[in-house]
């Protein structure tokens, strides 16, 4: 499984982008995917995710209600609007995926090692 993501740049402080990544490859299965960042000299952290089938989506706390996931079934992508951007938003931004027959449970979709594959990462830089 590939994944590509894109996106990134540089936005004001309450500027809006949109990500986008797009899977590709072996069949899915039961296909689940996410976002998560990783700040400068900070441990990477959960930032959304979607399970394909039923549309369940945790946010993080940080992020809720500024940022939306949402997916595209049919081009097998993931995108992620962010809305009311601040500095605290500075990061590299990775999509990851899980494949296989299962789907993880709501707890689960926020765990860095539920997911088997990993985008490149995508650089937002929000100025002040």
């Known amino acids: 499984v590939q994944l590509q993501a894109s996106g990134g740049g540089l936005v004001q402080t309450g500027g809006s982008l949109r990500l986008s990544c797009q899977a590709s490859?072996?069949?899915?299965?039961?296909?689940?995917m996410g976002w998560f960042r990783q700040a400068p000299g900070k441990e990477r952290e959960f930032v959304a995710a979607?399970?394909?089938?039923?549309?369940?989506?945790p946010y993080a706390d940080s992020v809720k209600g500024r940022f939306t996931i949402s997916r595209d079934k049919a081009r097998n992508t993931l995108f992620l609007q962010m809305d009311s951007l601040v500095p605290e938003d500075t990061a590299v931004y990775y999509c990851?995926?899980?494949?296989?027959?299962?789907?993880?449970?709501?707890?689960?979709?926020?765990?860095?090692?539920?997911?088997?594959?990993w985008g490149q990462g995508t650089l937002v830089t929000v100025s002040s």
């Open positions: 979607v399970r394909w089938s039923d549309g369940t989506i």
């Open positions: 490859g072996r069949p899915f299965g039961a296909l689940t």
């Open positions: 990851a995926a899980k494949v296989g027959s299962s789907y993880p449970i709501l707890s689960r979709m926020r765990s860095m090692g539920t997911y088997d594959y």
